[in-house]
C-alpha cells in the first residue's frame, strides 16, 4: 500500500571495509524494490545525492577509531530516529580492534613513514560505546538477508529476527557432520553466533568467528577441547583474536591464554 | 581582475571509503589539486605481524570489502612463493574462476551503479533506472551471476572462506559448476550489451601519454601471475617490486602514494592490462573491441568504462571455458611446509595490481607484511588527471566543474578503503 511519506534510510560508514553496506547493492533482486518503499536519502557509496535529515532508520557501519569519528557518531545519533549498527567493525571494533591489545604508537611507525600525519585513537570501538544502539546487526560481513530483515522490521514496528544461538544450531539444520566431532578440526562454531548459515564447516573447515560470541557463550570449555586437539595456547590467543577479538566473552578468553 | 577560488568537494560520493578534493585556483591558472584520503587508517600491515600465515588470506580480505577475493590472491601467491610451492592443474583453474567471478561482481557494480549515472546526467543508478530501468536491471543481474561464481567457490560473496594457502578447503565437483554455464552464457550476452552500450556514451576529449602498468603472462590475459610490465619499458619480475616503486607519506592523506622511481606516477587498472594485454584476450572480445571502435592504444580515461566493459565480456568467456575443462582435483589444496624466506605476490585485482611481500619464520609466523593496493598506486595520476583536465573547465558552472572531476575520478573505480589502510571535494579560488 503506498504511503504518504516513504521512511528516509541513511547509510553511514565509519572505520571498515565497506562490506556491510556493499551488501545492500548486493541485493540485486531487491534494490529497486527496497528504493521504492524506502527513500535512500543518505548512502555515499552508491549516490551523490544528499536529502537532509532527520531519518528514520540509519545503518552504521565501521568502528570509532579517530577523535572526529568520535564526534560524528554523535551527529548521526542525534539526526537518526531508530540507529542500528551493521557488522563487525560497527558491533565490536573489527579486526581493528587488535591495536587495542597493544600499543598504537607502534603499528603507526610500522605503516606510516610520517607518523606524526596520523590521526588516530589508542583503541578501535563499537559505536554502542559512544550512543545508544536500538540494535546491532552482526556478522563480518554481515547476512544480507538478515539486513533486509532488520530494514523490514524497523519499517514495521516489529523485532528483528535474528536468532542468538550458536553457528552449531545451524550445522544441524543443514545436515552438516559435525567437523570438530568427525574430522578434529578446531571450530568455533559452539560459541559463535549463528547467522551465516554455517559455511565454514559445510566446506569443510572449521568456524572462524565472524558473527562474534553468541548469547551465554561457553568460552572456557571449548578451550578445554581444543586443547585436547592438540591447540597451544597461543593459537587459542589468536583464534580468540580475529574479527570480534574486541567482544567481551572473546577477549576475555584471549587473555585468559596470554 | 584576477578572481581566486577554492572549490571543495567534501566527501566524494560513488566510491568505496572516505576521500575529498581540494582545487585551488588563480583567476585560469590552477594553482593546487589534492585527492584527500581520510578513511581512517586500520593499520593491517602492524597486526598481521605475529600472525599465522594460514591466516592471512582471511585477514587482508577484510581490507576490501568489494575485493577481498584480489587480497586472498595476492596472499597465497606471496606466501606460496616464499615456502616454494606451485599450485598448477584444476586448482588454478579454480582461482581463475573465482578471480572472473570477483571481476564481473566488481565491474558490473562499478560500470553501472558507480560510473554510468556520470555519464547520463543521474545522481545515482536508482534514479537513473526510473528512466533506464532495463538498463540497470541488467547491470545488477550481472553483477549477481558474478556474485554467484564467488559464492559457489568461496562460501560466499563478500569475504569468502574457502580460500587457503595451498589451495582450497573444499573443491566444487563438476556436477555443482554447470548450473553455472547456463547462466554465465547470459551474462556473456548480458555483457555484449553492455560493451555495445557502453561504447555509445558521450565522451570528453581528453587523452594523455600515460605509463601503464600491469601483469603480463607468456599466454592468458593476467589474473596471479605473470612480469610486471609498462609500456615504457619495465619489465621485471614480481619479486623485483620494490626496488622499482616507492611508496611517499604526503600530509594531508591516510593513503601512501606510490610512483615509479625516477618516472613519477604510473596508471594501473583495467585500462592499462587492456593496452598491455589486448592479444592476450580472446577473439570474442578482440572482435568486439575493434567493432565499438575501442582497440589499443586506448588513453582517454572516461573510455574505462567501455574496457570494463569488454573485461566483463572476458571475464563470462574465460569462466566459460573454465568450467567447460575442469575436472575436480585429488586433493582440494597442495601440500605446505612452512619455512623461513620472503615471499612476494601481485595479481590483477579489478582496480589494478595489488602487491604483497611477506617475510616469514620457519614455522610460518608472519615476521613483517607489506600490501600496496591499487588505488595508492593510482592516486598521483588521479590528481595529476585533474591537472590537466581543469584548465578546460574553467569557464563552466561550479557544480558541472565539480560533477566532471568527480566522474574523472571516478575513471579509476578508486576504492579509498583499501588505500588507506574517497573523496571530498574542496575548490578554492583565491
Keep these: ?244 577479538a574486541y567482544a567481551e566473552p572473546f577477549r576475555k578468553e584471549s587473555e585468559a591464554h596470554e | 581582475m584576477t578572481q581566486n577560488k577554492t572549490i571543495k568537494v567534501d566527501s566524494l560520493a560513488r566510491v568505496e571509503g572516505e576521500g575529498g578534493i581540494y582545487i585551488k585556483l588563480k583567476g585560469a591558472e590552477v594553482v593546487d589539486v589534492k585527492l584527500k584520503i581520510f578513511e581512517p587508517p586500520r593499520f593491517f600491515e602492524a597486526f598481521l605481524r605475529g600472525r599465522s600465515f594460514a591466516e592471512a588470506p582471511d585477514i587482508t580480505a577484510r581490507i576490501c570489502g568489494i575485493c577481498p577475493v584480489a587480497y586472498q590472491m595476492s596472499a597465497v601467491h606471496a606466501i606460496e612463493d616464499a615456502f616454494g610451492v606451485t599450485v598448477d592443474g584444476p586448482i588454478r583453474a579454480l582461482r581463475r574462476l573465482i578471480y572472473c567471478g570477483e571481476w564481473i561482481e566488481s565491474h558490473a557494480l562499478h560500470v553501472y551503479l558507480l560510473h554510468a549515472p556520470d555519464f547520463l546526467g543521474y545522481e545515482d543508478a536508482i534514479r537513473m533506472a526510473q528512466d533506464h530501468p532495463d538498463i540497470v536491471q541488467r547491470g545488477l543481474q550481472l553483477k549477481k551471476v558474478g556474485n554467484e561464481i564467488v559464492s559457489l567457490l568461496g562460501g560466499r560473496e563478500v569475504h569468502p572462506i574457502n580460500v587457503r594457502v595451498g589451495g582450497f578447503y573444499r573443491v566444487p565437483t563438476k556436477r555443482e559448476l554447470s548450473p553455472l554455464m547456463e547462466r554465465l552464457h547470459w551474462a556473456r550476452e548480458a555483457a555484449l550489451e553492455t560493451v555495445r552500450w557502453a561504447a555509445t556514451l558521450p565522451f570528453p576529449e581528453f587523452e ?137 605476490g601481485c595479481t590483477e585485482a579489478p582496480r589494478g595490481i595489488l602487491y604483497h611481500r611477506y617475510r616469514l619464520d620457519d614455522d610460518g609466523t608472519i615476521l613483517d607484511a607489506k600490501i600496496v593496493p591499487p588505488t595508492s598506486q593510482n592516486q598521483k595520476m588521479i590528481e595529476s588527471d585533474l591537472w590537466h583536465l581543469l584548465p578546460s573547465l574553467l569557464d563552466a558552472p561550479q557544480d558541472q566543474l565539480l560533477w566532471r572531476c568527480e566522474q574523472a575520478i571516478r575513471n579509476y573505480d578508486p576504492c579509498i578503503s583499501c588505500a588507506t589502510h574517497v573523496i571530498k571535494l574542496r575548490f578554492e579560488r583565491e
Design chain 1, 1 to 244: 500500500m503506498p504511503r504518504k511519506r516513504r521512511p528516509k534510510l541513511a547509510v553511514w560508514k565509519f572505520a571498515s571495509c565497506d562490506g556491510c553496506q556493499l551488501s545492500l547493492l548486493d541485493c540485486e533482486d531487491e534494490l529497486l524494490r527496497l528504493a521504492g518503499h524506502v527513500e535512500i536519502a543518505y548512502f555515499p557509496e552508491a549516490s551523490r545525492a544528499i536529502v537532509r535529515g532527520p531519518y528514520d532508520l540509519s545503518l552504521v557501519e565501521g568502528s570509532i577509531t579517530t577523535p572526529h569519528d568520535a564526534e560524528r557518531i554523535h551527529q548521526v545519533r542525534r539526526a537518526s530516529r531508530f540507529l542500528v549498527t551493521i557488522g563487525a567493525c560497527a558491533t565490536a571494533g573489527g579486526i581493528q580492534a587488535l591495536r587495542n591489545f597493544k600499543d598504537v604508537r607502534e603499528f603507526i611507525s610500522i605503516v606510516y613513514a610520517t607518523p606524526v600525519y596520523i590521526e588516530t585513537l589508542s583503541k578501535s570501538t563499537p559505536i554502542a560505546e559512544h550512543v545508544f544502539v536500538d540494535f546491532e546487526l552482526r556478522g563480518c560481513p554481515i547476512n544480507k538477508y538478515q539486513l533486509l530483515d532488520v530494514i523490514s522490521a524497523f519499517l514495521h514496528g516489529r523485532k528483528p529476527n535474528t536468532p542468538p544461538h550458536s553457528v552449531c544450531m545451524e550445522c544441524k539444520r543443514r545436515g552438516v557432520v559435525c567437523v570438530m566431532v568427525a574430522h578434529g578440526t578446531p571450530c568455533l562454531g559452539p560459541v559463535t553466533h549463528a547467522g551465516c548459515g554455517a559455511i565454514c564447516p559445510t566446506y569443510h573447515r572449521g568456524c572462524y568467528g565472524c558473527f562474534g560470541p553468541k548469547e551465554t557463550p561457553n568460552t572456557n570449555s571449548l578451550s578445554a577441547w581444543w586443547s585436547h586437539l592438540g591447540v597451544k595456547e597461543q593459537d587459542l590467543v589468536r583464534a580468540f583474536r580475529g574479527f570480534n
Design chain 2, 208 to 344: 594523455r601519454d600515460y605509463e601503464f602498468v600491469a601483469l603480463r603472462h607468456p599466454v592468458e590475459y593476467p589474473f596471479n601471475e605473470g612480469r610486471l610490465v609498462s609500456n615504457k619499458g619495465l619489465d621485471i619480475a614480481v619479486r623485483e617490486y620494490d626496488d622499482h616503486f616507492v611508496e611517499e607519506h604526503v600530509p594531508y592523506s591516510n593513503a601512501l602514494h606510490s610512483t615509479i622511481k625516477n618516472r613519477g606516477a604510473y596508471f594501473v587498472g583495467p585500462l592499462a592490462r587492456y593496452n598491455l594485454n589486448f592479444d592476450r584476450l580472446s577473439p570474442l572480445v578482440q572482435e568486439v573491441a575493434r567493432e565499438v571502435g575501442c582497440e589499443p592504444p586506448c588513453t582517454n580515461p572516461f573510455k574505462s568504462i567501455i574496457v570494463r566493459s569488454l573485461e566483463i565480456l572476458y571475464a563470462c568467456d574465460e569462466a566459460l571455458r573454465l568450467i567447460a575443462e575442469y575436472e575436480i582435483p585429488d586433493k582440494p589444496a597442495a601440500e605446505i611446509q612452512p619455512r623461513a624466506a620472503t615471499g612476494y
